[in-house]
């Protein structure tokens, strides 16, 4: 077994809250200058700049894993992860099929930028991609089995767009097995309170917006290796 320090919840500039110098090259460089050796890239909606990510990482050293950061039609946020670039670009498109049509404006909201590798802009969503899907929170985890992918309802602890924030419960049917909290040490508190919890893997993310609040190595995992399968492993423990 190896430990890894990871940081599974990043914005790029493709995300309209994201700073503009939020670029995949940025991005895996500010990881590999950190010492990160797992990160994702989960913008709002959409995974349209995880092949440049994933490119730039493999250059790096860095595993880097598809995703995104959906909002469910409960204005849920729930971290999305993927096995592979082909099932998490299916994904993204199926997910702006379900996205409110609201054209985006980037004087208010923010540009939605996709970008290459060479950090070269090569597309905007229209749409704006933090509006909520026409996806329900109960429904996401048997939909993203159809992916093989990974569901991870977002900073749990906050008191906005959060699982318990805007349900206010755990759902008793609920199936996932790993969430994220933002704030570790407000951990004790929130298992103490929902004992569901207290069978998932917890993970630790910076939610970052900008490059400078990007996680340094302070989280760990124990995985296999680094390989993205092993992670997964890891990440989805008792699931």
Do not use: W
Request: hydrophobic share 40%.
């Amino acid at each position: 077994m190896v430990r890894l320090s990871y940081d599974l919840h990043i914005h790029s500039c493709l995300s309209p809250c994201g700073d503009d110098d939020m670029l995949p090259s940025n991005i895996v460089g500010m990881a590999a200058l950190k010492e990160l050796d797992v990160i994702a890239v989960t913008d709002h909606n959409s995974c349209l700049n995880c092949p440049a990510v994933m490119k730039l990482a493999e250059a790096y050293g860095v595993t880097a894993i598809p995703g995104m950061e959906l909002t469910t039609a409960e204005e849920v946020h729930v971290v999305c992860l993927f096995p592979t670039l082909e099932k998490a670009l299916e994904f993204s498109e199926y997910v702006y099929s379900k996205l409110l049509p609201f054209p985006n404006d980037e004087t208010v909201f923010g540009k939605q930028q996709i970008v290459d590798e060479d950090d070269n802009v090569v597309g905007k969503v229209e749409n704006l991609l933090i509006n909520a899907t026409d996806i329900y929170f109960y429904e996401l985890y048997d939909l993203l089995k159809e992916y093989d992918g990974l569901m991870i309802p977002a900073h749990v602890d906050k008191s906005a767009n959060s699982l318990l924030s805007n349900l206010g419960f755990i759902p008793p049917d609920s199936r996932f097995k790993t969430a994220e909290i933002k704030h570790i040490g407000f951990m004790e508190d929130i298992l103490e309170k929902n004992p569901y919890l207290k069978d998932c893997v917890i993970i630790s993310d910076s939610d970052a917006h900008y490059l400078e609040n990007i996680n340094e190595p302070i989280n760990f995992i124990e995985a296999e290796s680094k390989s993205i399968a092993d992670v997964f492993k890891a990440l989805r423990g008792k699931e």
